[in-house]
């Protein structure tokens, strides 16, 4: 085992918990946009406009960072990548599918102003979010609980040998998981009433919605837990512990950070226990992927880390300025009057 195998394998690690800590409030708000709001049509309308912008200068960039890990691995494991996209095509084609919809639905959306319009494209945003969290979540949990590989890293068995209770646990606890983060970024981003039922629902609902994802994480501490991975278990709990009592007594900011530190410390567990199998057989332990037999070359890891040691740092940066500028609340007050776009092809005609 070299150490740049050992560095590649935490830095896709940070990738994929980056990808979900940003990205799993933006799916979960997508998802809320078909069954977080109250009231009649008019309320609705205006909830669901002030909940897409919250995320709407973030959405886009927050999937780089699943870009990024998904090149990290083709660069640095091409074997881990090769054997992941051939046994998940089938999900991870529904994956994709489910990322256009709800990218064409954001841009799409306001784009006339008739309810028909709107009805469609909120079923889009809603119905891509939940495919693509729940997709996600599954291949993130195959990899670490095992796909049926022989040797050669090949699938055994039909397109969906894959699905088994541990992929529907991992998709599950992915869109659990962006549903209650979902919820903590509303009641820090948002004002109004969005704000107060995020707040109610931090209180109430949360913690229903997070079992499956607590199954996950405690399914691969008992397959390969070390002492390392168990402590980190236990800095996930705290962290949730303190979220909800942040949530009680209504520190906004604090219950978001603590929903953070419980994802960062729970999949740090997850890929700690796996550590170093990226992906395990279910037919026979001598066919796992590990970080020494599908990595590549020691000189193409060093060229990677140097590359990353420039780029990755300015992508940081430009991530961080983003959310520094759009930092304020959203309220209805902010958000203007529904109107149709004519597209500027048109407005000479």
């Not at 046994?87 to 990218?103: C, N």
């Not at 980190?232 to 979220?243: E, M, Y």
Request: hydrophobic share 55%.
């Amino acid at each position: 085992m070299e150490p740049l195998q050992i560095v590649w394998f935490g830095a896709i690690a940070a990738l994929w918990i980056g990808y979900l800590l940003l990205e799993g409030f933006d799916l979960g708000v997508g998802m809320l946009m078909l069954v977080g709001v109250r009231g009649d049509a008019e309320q609705r309308e205006q909830d669901r406009r002030v909940m897409l912008n919250t995320i709407g200068p973030v959405w886009d960039g927050n999937e780089v960072w699943l870009i990024t890990a998904g090149a990290a691995i083709f660069a640095a494991f091409p074997l881990w990548y090769a054997s992941l996209f051939s046994t998940l095509y089938v999900a991870l084609t529904l994956v994709l599918l489910g990322l256009i919809m709800r990218a064409v639905a954001i841009e799409y959306r306001g784009k006339r102003n008739t309810d028909r319009w709107r009805t469609m494209w909120t079923w889009a945003l809603g119905l891509g979010s939940f495919v693509s969290a729940f997709g996600i979540g599954a291949a993130l949990a195959l990899t670490t609980t095992g796909l049926p590989i022989n040797e050669y890293g090949d699938r055994e068995g039909g397109p969906l040998s894959w699905f088994s209770l541990g992929a529907v646990l991992g998709g599950l606890g992915v869109v659990g998981f962006s549903i209650v983060h979902a919820q903590a970024f509303l009641a820090l981003k948002s004002d109004g009433p969005v704000r107060e039922r995020a707040n109610r629902f931090a209180r109430s609902w949360g913690l229903l919605l997070l079992l499956p994802i607590v199954g996950w994480v405690l399914q691969v501490q008992f397959l390969s837990g070390s002492v390392w991975s168990w402590a980190l278990v236990v800095v996930a709990v705290l962290a949730l512990v303190g979220s909800i009592v942040a949530a009680f007594r209504r520190r906004e900011g604090w219950t978001f950070v603590g929903m953070c530190g419980f994802l960062v410390a729970g999949a740090a567990a997850i890929f700690t226990a796996a550590f170093p199998v990226v992906i395990p057989s279910t037919l026979d332990p001598a066919f796992d992927l590990t970080i020494m037999n599908a990595s590549s070359s020691s000189y193409t890891l060093g060229v990677m880390t140097i590359v990353a040691s420039f780029g990755l740092p300015l992508v940081l940066a430009y991530q961080a300025w983003s959310y520094w500028v759009f930092r304020r609340r959203v309220g209805p007050e902010s958000i203007p009057a529904a109107h149709t776009v004519t597209p500027a092809v048109h407005q000479d005609a």
